[in-house]
């Protein structure tokens, strides 16, 4: 019973769940821009190419005999998921900048002096005791 306990910590802690939000947001993230890469970016780009729809770009090796499919490098969809990449990288790195200059102005903030210790506290409120009994 020991390691279901352990998974059961490992698995509760709030680490592990914002990992799995993150993934969900991130492949979320991802669908969106692969859609717009493929519906906004590429089109326009294939119009200035002369009308071509990158998706579609293809090296065939070998062509389609009776029931065997041809068989083609598709560096279209390659340079299609290089955009997509490019993309979600850029938008990586702004967040995580943001995120970085945020604790950075957090760390500069001037932090609230400590609180006396029990001690120093005993010793003003004799003090304090001492000058009115005067």
């Known amino acids: 019973m020991g390691m279901m306990k352990e998974f059961k910590e490992f698995a509760v802690k709030g680490n592990v769940i914002d990992m799995a939000v993150g993934i969900v947001i991130g492949a979320a993230?991802?669908?969106?821009?692969?859609?717009?890469?493929?519906?906004?970016?590429?089109?326009?780009?294939?119009?200035?190419?002369?009308?071509?729809?990158?998706?579609?770009?293809?090296?065939?090796?070998?062509a389609a005999a009776g029931d065997i499919p041809a068989v083609a490098v598709r560096y279209g969809k390659f340079i299609?998921?290089?955009?997509?990449?490019?993309i979600i990288a850029f938008a990586i790195f702004i967040v995580i900048k943001g995120i970085n200059s945020l604790k950075k102005k957090e760390e500069e903030a001037p932090k609230a002096p400590p609180e006396p210790s029990t001690q120093e506290v005993l010793l003003t409120e004799i003090r304090d005791l001492l000058k009115n009994r005067e």
Not at 80 to 86: E, G, H, N, S, Y
């Open 29 to 62: 993230f991802g669908k969106i821009v692969s859609s717009f890469v493929a519906d906004v970016i590429m089109p326009p780009i294939g119009a200035m190419v002369g009308g071509v729809d990158f998706s579609n770009l293809a090296f065939t090796i070998k």
């Open 80 to 86: 299609q998921t290089a955009v997509d990449f490019t």
